[in-house]
């Protein structure tokens, strides 16, 4: 077990445990709606939230959505982020920011200039964010590289940002990143913590999490990441292959929290 993971078994209530769900604790799936966590995986959340360990959810996605594919009420205490941090949802109760100006026109514009490229490409809205999906092309990554300029271009007419994936173009509110969120969440007593991703998003969580780690601060991180990305793989402290083996590992600390 990687030292980290040690700190926090011994000092649970000191810990923060934030995640991905998408190609983190959930396989990629090419019907985004069909997305589940690994058996599992929710369960060993929810025993380390009972052992006193802060559990969130740190994700692109609608935050009521990730809640209901994973079940996660069945996490005490867990903290949802949704869009890169535009939502947070705890308890039951959902705090958002305001739908940015300039997506309503997008909706509008969008859908011509996708089925240009392929009838396969879809647009997926978010209501703060909306997302070009070329999974579904004949050429995936031909129709993601067509579609980058011009998405892009037309994206910052409006005032927005966009943020690539695999297979996705992101368009969202300029600046809002995953490492907002972590940075909430490392408040104290928190003096241990791991964030778990798997693609080009995820990144800036992996840095906020070693800027507050820094030398001379006492604290420690682990930047686990999961999956095939070259760049998160490189970026991370530890890397598994898939949402499997990294269930594997929250149920095994799990067991030692507990």
């Known amino acids: 077990m990687h030292p980290v993971l040690g700190e926090i078994a011994s000092r649970p209530r000191e810990a923060l445990i934030a995640v991905d ?8 799936v090419e019907d ?18 009972r052992g006193g360990v802060r559990v969130a959810i740190v994700t692109g996605r609608d935050a009521l959505t990730v809640v209901d594919l ?10 949802v982020s949704g869009l890169h941090g535009a939502q947070t949802w705890c308890d ?9 100006s300039g997506l309503a026109a997008l909706r509008v514009a969008l859908p011509a200039l996708l089925d240009k490229v392929d009838p396969g490409v879809w647009l997926e809205d978010k209501r703060l964010s909306l997302v070009v999906h070329t999974r579904r092309a004949s050429e995936p990554a031909n129709a993601l590289a067509v ?11 409006h005032g927005l940002d ?9 368009i969202r509110i300029p600046s809002l990143s995953k490492a907002d969120a972590v940075r909430r969440l490392l408040d104290a007593p928190i003096r241990v913590a791991v964030f778990c991703g798997d693609d080009l998003g995820d990144l800036p969580a992996f840095g906020a999490l070693k800027e507050w780690a820094g030398a001379g601060s006492g ?6 990441a ?6 998160v793989r490189q970026a991370a402290d530890l890397v598994l292959d898939s949402p499997a083996e990294l269930t594997e590992i929250l149920v095994e600390l799990a067991d030692l929290v507990v």
């Open 21 to 28: 769900f998408d190609g983190t604790l959930a396989p990629i």
């Open 32 to 49: 985004p709606a069909l997305a589940r966590a690994v058996p599992g995986a929710i369960e060993a959340l929810a025993e380390l939230a």
């Open 70 to 79: 994973g079940q996660l009420q069945r996490v005490p205490g867990l903290q």
């Open 92 to 100: 039951g109760q959902l705090s958002s920011l305001q739908e940015p």
């Open 147 to 157: 579609l980058t300029e011009p998405v892009t271009t037309l994206a910052a007419e």
């Open 162 to 170: 966009v943020v690539g994936g695999k297979f996705v173009l992101e």
């Open 219 to 224: 604290r420690s991180a682990l930047a686990i």
């Open 226 to 231: 999961v999956g095939e990305v070259a760049e």
